[in-house]
Antibody, heavy 119, light 109 residues
């Protein structure tokens, strides 16, 4: 059974960089067709897709974050990461790392989420 | 960017049927997925590709779609079904790519 687990600081200072890593267990990030995704959810609000990364390093980012977001993947460690620069209070949210079955397809496995406060 | 509209809340008595709608422009031409999110938990995929249920999801959950509206139906509602439900589509025509509805809170009376 595939499992994902987010890790990183729970508190980030305003204007600094928010960094999170997702570790994948019970599977490989190198498997063909799957994309690896970050989705966030501000307190009391809905879900927002941030970006996706493929094992080749190909990335897709939401225009909402362009210029601030970088995603990367480490196939040797079965991890992928998120960096969000110039953090503000509006970035306070739960951040979920997610497996996407294929490009354009469903989000089928989710990590438990990491709550990050920007203050 | 593409917008999905859903009711803020739906209330249903145990044993009854809850219908959660999701509207979007020409949604009939898109593939819709549904997620359940209980308080303090990560979302869980309950229906994908409009109407397919993952094996671990009870058959009380079903999905359907018309040209204008996607619907998640929960039959024989149980207390454990109380959660937020989100519809989601892939908008290949936009850089925003993956769009979620605003979420519907299902309350079991």
């Amino acid at each position: 059974q595939l499992q994902l687990q987010e890790s990183g600081p729970g508190l980030v200072r305003v204007s600094e960089t928010l960094s999170l890593t997702c570790s994948v267990f019970g599977g490989s990030v190198s498997r063909n067709s799957h994309y690896w995704v970050w989705i966030r959810q501000p307190p009391g609000k809905g879900l927002e897709w941030m970006g996706s990364v493929y094992y080749s390093g190909t990335t897709y980012y939401s225009p909402s974050f362009k210029g601030r977001i970088t995603m990367s993947i480490d196939t040797s460690k079965d991890q992928f990461s998120l960096m969000l620069t110039s953090a503000s209070a509006a970035d306070t949210a739960s951040y979920f790392c997610v497996r996407q079955f294929a490009y354009g397809a469903r989000f089928d496995y989710w990590g438990p989420g990491a709550f990050v406060t920007v203050s | 960017s593409y917008v999905l509209s859903a009711p803020l809340s739906v209330s249903v008595a145990p044993g009854q049927t809850a219908s959660i709608t999701c509207e979007g422009d020409k949604i009939g031409r898109k593939v819709v997925h549904w997620y359940q999110q209980k308080t303090g938990q990560a979302p869980l995929l309950v229906v994908y590709d409009d109407r397919i249920r993952p094996s671990e999801i009870p058959d009380r959950f079903s999905g359907s779609k018309s040209e204008t509206t996607a619907t998640l139906t929960i039959s024989r509602v149980e207390a454990e079904d109380e959660a937020d439900y989100y519809c989601q589509v892939w908008d290949s025509s936009s850089d925003y790519l993956y769009v979620f509805g605003s979420g519907t809170k299902v309350t079991v009376l």
